[in-house]
């Protein structure tokens, strides 16, 4: 782009910029990069935008629609939180069953693989259900059972070996899955949990835990002792917040100290509705809040509730920002001292 010279040849009558009412043009001195350059509006991502630039071969660009930026910011500032100087282990655990657990710690696991550079793995904390496994499109499943790294401590010392024991989603997230089988002859207790625990923290900086409903069972104790962050789901009913609330009540008694003041809550919406209007769900986040370190809403989404796979590409728009949302959140604790809000214990 050619720059105007401060002495311009005079303009005929009524093309001066006093005559014309165009702006006179700035001084040399102060002409800015932006002024110099013309900066390209980047290409949309997708939708009716991408479709419209495509066709036109590029002469009409409307841009990215502004849920689209939101999303790029997010994905952004999760990609950009440092890593962890200690081991992160983030427990999700459900109010009641069918909440949404799994859900949220596959996505949660999904996001944060999907946009990090350091090791992140999900941990089927409840064998009592189905693998989480059959939640998640694979690249590879596991080539040895949970039972023989719970048998033997040394199975997995090596990065190599851990990886026999787990299997992998096609978006790169390693996955720790355990079956009533695999533990049979053995239960989950805390010994076992110990072990998983060893094993996992040797090799990942960063686990996502599902850990089931309720915290009745053996194992819990020890992840909510190993837990750096809590991420509590239930429905976004007014029910739902009072069983949230009495479940950081009894978090607060088995594990105690900063982990219950600092945990995450998720509203999940379902197809049974919350309290009947979108202020009344968002009221619920506004009383969570004030128990919690952070309340978000997760919207209903029909590729969430088929029980297939999850896939974050068949996410709808307001789904996907949420669990980014749940990510950033999570991230963020990364800086602060200790790794996050309580700091990492150990039990």
């Not at 694979?138 to 080539?143: D, N, Q, T």
């Amino acid at each position: 782009m050619s720059v105007r010279s401060p002495h311009p040849e005079p303009a005929a009558d009524g093309a001066d910029g006093e005559g014309s009412g165009a702006p006179a043009p700035a001084p040399l001195s102060e002409l800015s990069a932006d002024t110099l350059i013309r900066r390209e509006r980047p290409a949309p991502k997708g939708g009716w935008r991408r479709a419209l630039y495509t066709v036109t071969g590029g002469r009409i660009n409307p841009g990215d629609s502004k849920i689209e930026q939101r999303r790029q910011e997010l994905e952004a500032a999760v990609g950009r939180a440092p890593l962890p100087e200690a081991h992160q282990s983030i427990v999700v655990l459900g109010t009641g069953a069918g909440v949404g657990t799994t859900t949220v710690a596959l996505g949660l696991g999904a996001v944060l693989a999907a946009h990090r550079g350091d090791r992140v793995i999900a941990v089927d904390g409840d064998p009592e259900r189905a693998p989480i496994t059959e939640r998640m499109a694979l690249k590879w499943h596991a080539e040895l059972p949970l039972q023989d790294l719970i048998a033997s401590p040394d199975a997995a010392v090596r990065y190599s070996d851990m990886n026999r024991f787990t299997a992998q989603t096609t978006g790169g997230l390693d996955v720790l899955a355990s079956t009533p089988g695999d533990t049979a002859s053995r239960p989950l207790g805390l010994e076992s949990v110990r072990r998983i625990s060893d094993a996992v923290e040797r090799h990942y900086p960063l686990q996502l835990v599902d850990a089931g409903t309720g915290l009745d069972r053996p194992g819990v104790p020890v992840l909510l002792a190993r837990c750096t962050r809590l991420v509590l789901v239930c429905p976004a009913t007014r029910e739902g917040a009072v069983a949230a609330a009495n479940a950081l009540d009894d978090v607060d008694a088995v594990a105690p100290g900063p982990l219950a003041a600092h945990a995450a809550v998720v509203l999940a919406k379902g197809p049974s509705g919350g309290p009947g209007t979108s202020a009344g769900v968002d009221d619920l986040e506004r009383q969570m809040d004030d128990r919690c370190a952070r309340a978000l809403q997760l919207p209903e989404d029909p590729h969430l509730a088929s029980g297939r796979p999850v896939d974050l590409a068949d996410l709808r728009a307001p789904s996907a920002l949420a669990l980014l949302e749940l990510a950033v959140e999570i991230t963020e604790g990364f800086a602060r001292p200790g790794g996050g809000p309580g700091g990492p214990r150990k039990g």
